[in-house]
């Protein structure tokens, strides 16, 4: 018997590892390859600068996204305006997760240029809407120009689209509670913070000097709770700190976005704060502040969260970082919990559109939260989030354009929380299907079903609006299968649903001939009987 030295098995094992790497490499190098082609449009190994760039744009990933930004600033270097097979591999290498999701359409919204041509023409439907009028109670937003209107999304894969004035700065007023509130509860958790706030609708309007049965501010999305929101968020810091840590975490969440502090909107805040002390000292005469509490302090800081500046575009990243659980899309930068997005998101549903809330639910069915400089963020949980900037506000101080854009956005699309039960029930598109993909998937379902002689998972997707005429890539339609495999109950029923016994597959066959080949007598009378008739 040989005896196997040491030596020669290390020699072995690195020969299996070689082996290993060399077969990894070759499936990374497989992987690069099939994504140079889908881009090497004229296959002459060669890819445009130019095309590649209009590849991303067109998937919604913009050149200052930073998941691109060592290959944006690669390609700027480069001589010539196209790149080989090796030049594309390298400047992949740290890239390949997003680009092989763009070529593959594997991103939040597969078909984004066709989503952004629907959000174009529901902005251009809504800017001649010019109902409203701008905020008077602070004089800074009095003096808005009434006619700004901007719409900016983003999704969960960080594609990103936006019109109109996108870059112009607005105030968060209201718009920040809801990420105040995430701040809290990350901070002391959901038992502690609503020790201190409660969790319902009001009922009544956002400054109302009035508290719940318990003595607390009814939810974070009204100014009491807000405020109280503001007590528990690092009480233990100056307040200098205090603002800069909510700056900071403003800036992760939005991807580093356009972020500022408008200080003649501050001192506006302040001087007209009457109703805002008001309820400060009555919650602190109802004992529902933390133990020491200092009240103008908290108060100086909630107008200082209400002064901070974005743009609609920077908003829309902050909406789309909730969508995504927390973490932002376009970075990656984990500020949140799932949980705690999942509180706030419950609590924007369903008190975060000031009275109109409840009809906001019904209507739109989804998280949401204005404010009275014009915003409104929209958060489509796993999806997108978009945000809208129009001044001119209705009676209750929401935008009016943002109002229509969100109705007509879900009339549209199948985005309310409730229209997965509504399944061909409704023409609303779904932009996470890739194109037709929905009918293919129909049209696998309905001929599965047929060929297993399933009747009720017939009738049930033919209920649900999927035409019985619909064939897959060989022709092939529902009738073909139930005929071939001698199901006549179902060839009865599709024969009653208008199933066209005539439909012939790419190699010219019927439902009848596929009966007569297999020797299915029973469906074969059934057709010839419908045919005499």
């Not at 014009?374 to 101080?397: H, Y």
Request: a neutral charge; hydrophobic letters at 40%.
């Amino acid at each position: 018997m040989k005896l196997q030295t040491s030596g020669s098995k290390s020699r072995k094992n690195t020969q299996k590892n070689n082996l290993s790497s060399n077969v990894a490499n070759d499936m990374i190098t497989g992987e690069y390859f099939k994504m140079f082609s889908a881009l090497d449009l004229d296959a002459d190994g060669l890819i445009s600068i130019k095309d590649l760039f209009e590849k991303l744009r067109e998937a919604g990933i913009l050149e200052n996204d930073p998941r691109i930004s060592q290959i944006a600033q690669s390609l700027q270097h480069f001589p010539s305006s196209q790149i080989n097979f090796a030049q594309f591999k390298l400047l992949a290498s740290s890239n390949s997760g997003i680009l092989k999701n763009i070529i593959q359409k594997r991103l939040a919204i597969p078909d984004f240029h066709l989503f952004c041509q629907d959000i174009f023409t529901i902005y251009q439907k809504v800017k001649p809407n010019h109902k409203g009028h701008v905020a008077t109670y602070i004089p800074q937003l009095a003096r808005v120009n009434p006619e700004y209107f901007s719409v900016a999304v983003t999704t969960v894969s960080g594609q990103r689209f936006s019109l109109g004035d996108a870059k112009t700065l607005f105030c968060l007023q209201s718009v920040n509670k809801p990420i105040n509130y995430c701040l809290a509860l990350e901070e002391h958790g959901t038992d502690l913070v609503h020790k201190h706030i409660g969790r319902e609708p009001s009922g009544k309007g956002f400054n109302e000097l009035s508290l719940n049965s318990t003595g607390l501010p009814h939810n974070p999305m009204i100014n009491a709770g807000a405020i109280m929101c503001c007590s528990l968020i690092r009480p233990e810091m100056n307040l200098a700190d205090r603002f800069d840590f909510i700056l900071q975490s403003w800036q992760r969440l939005s991807g580093n976005g356009q972020l500022s502090f408008n200080n003649p909107v501050y001192l506006s805040e302040r001087e007209t704060a009457d109703r805002n002390f008001a309820l400060g000292y009555f919650m602190r005469e109802k004992g529902a502040f933390p133990p020491h509490t200092n009240l103008v302090q908290t108060l100086e800081f909630y107008f200082q969260c209400c002064s901070i500046e974005t743009d609609t575009e920077s908003l829309s990243v902050v909406a789309a970082s909730l969508a995504n659980g927390g973490i932002c899309p376009i970075t990656g930068d984990k500020i949140l919990s799932p949980i705690t997005v999942q509180h706030c998101l419950s609590l924007m549903g369903s008190c975060g559109m000031y009275d109109f809330s409840g009809e906001f639910a019904f209507t739109i069915g989804l998280p949401s939260k204005s404010g009275v400089s014009g915003a409104i963020m929209l958060v489509i949980p796993n999806v997108l989030g978009l945000a809208i900037w129009s001044p001119r506000l209705d009676q209750l101080g929401n935008s009016v354009r943002g109002i229509e854009f969100c109705q007509k956005l879900v009339d549209l699309y199948n985005f309310h929380v409730y229209d997965n039960i509504l399944v061909g029930a409704s023409n609303k598109k779904d932009p996470r299907l890739k194109k037709n993909s929905s009918q293919i998937e129909a049209v696998v379902q309905l001929c599965w079903a047929a060929s297993q002689g399933d009747l009720c998972e017939v009738q049930n997707l033919i209920a649900n609006g999927i035409d019985p005429n619909w064939a897959d890539y060989d022709g092939r339609t529902a009738l073909h299968l139930a005929a071939c495999e001698g199901h006549a109950h179902v060839v009865k029923y599709l024969i009653s649903q208008n199933a066209n016994i005539s439909a012939t597959d790419r190699w010219k066959s019927t439902p009848l001939f596929d009966a007569k080949r297999e020797n299915k007598l029973d469906v074969v009378k059934i057709i010839e009987s419908y045919l005499k008739n």
